[in-house]
């Protein structure tokens, strides 16, 4: 099969599948899908090129560059000689853009999701306590630094069970 048989709707489609193994490297149970930083994927035929489209968390976040060549190395790996990742800082991500899947996700990896966009974060906003404890799900905690290993994450500790844990904030 020659390359120009095949359309840019399966090359688009092929190339979201090897996506879905880009990782966020500071939360590897998170693809770039799910944490909504994936904005786009465009096949553009009369230069042979992919295109990608990403938004970072917030910018300036290192791990950006990460993820930028991680994308490229999977989908050259998968066959996608001309790959190109364009960064979008607008629409600016909000923690709105997590996908229900990887608010469970973060909970399983121990880390306290943001809110769901509804009331709760104007909740949360205000009222950082009823933040719950990823692991006995308390709802007594404290902040014990606003920063943890990343800028994108606070320090918490639960006053029950005393186990710390992140949590990743809402921009
Ligand atoms: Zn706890």
Same mark, same amino acid.
């Given at each position: =099969?020659?390359?120009?048989?095949? %359309?840019? #709707? ?7 599948? *090897? +996506? ?7 939360? /590897? ?14 096949? $553009? ?10 938004? /970072?968390?917030? %910018?300036?976040?290192?791990? =950006?560059?990460?993820?930028? +060549?991680?994308?490229?190395?999977? *989908? ?10 364009? #960064? ?9 853009? $997590? %996908? ?5 996700? +973060? ?23 009823? *933040?719950?404890? /990823? ?7 404290? =902040?014990?630094? /606003? ?7 606070? =320090? ?5 069970? +005393? ?9």
């Amino acid at each position: =099969m020659t390359s120009a048989s095949v %359309s840019g #709707t399966e090359r688009i489609e092929a190339a979201r599948r *090897l +996506l879905e193994r880009v990782c966020d490297p500071e939360i /590897p149970v998170l693809t770039v899908a799910d944490l909504g930083i994936l904005r786009d994927v465009r096949w $553009l035929e009369e230069e042979q090129l992919l295109e990608v489209v990403i938004t /970072p968390t917030y %910018s300036g976040c290192p791990a =950006m560059d990460v993820i930028a +060549l991680n994308i490229r190395a999977v *989908l050259q790996q998968g066959g996608f000689e001309h790959v190109r990742v364009i #960064t979008a800082l607008s629409p600016a991500w909000t923690t709105d853009w $997590l %996908s229900s899947e990887a608010r469970e996700k +973060l909970r399983a990896f121990g880390i306290a999701p943001p809110a769901e966009p509804t009331a709760d974060k104007r909740a949360l906003l205000g009222e950082r306590r009823i *933040l719950q404890c /990823p692991h006995c799900h308390s709802a007594n905690t404290e =902040m014990i630094a /606003p920063f943890a290993s990343t800028a994108c994450k606070a =320090m918490f500790r639960c006053l029950d069970c +005393l186990e710390p844990f992140e949590y990743f904030k809402c921009h």
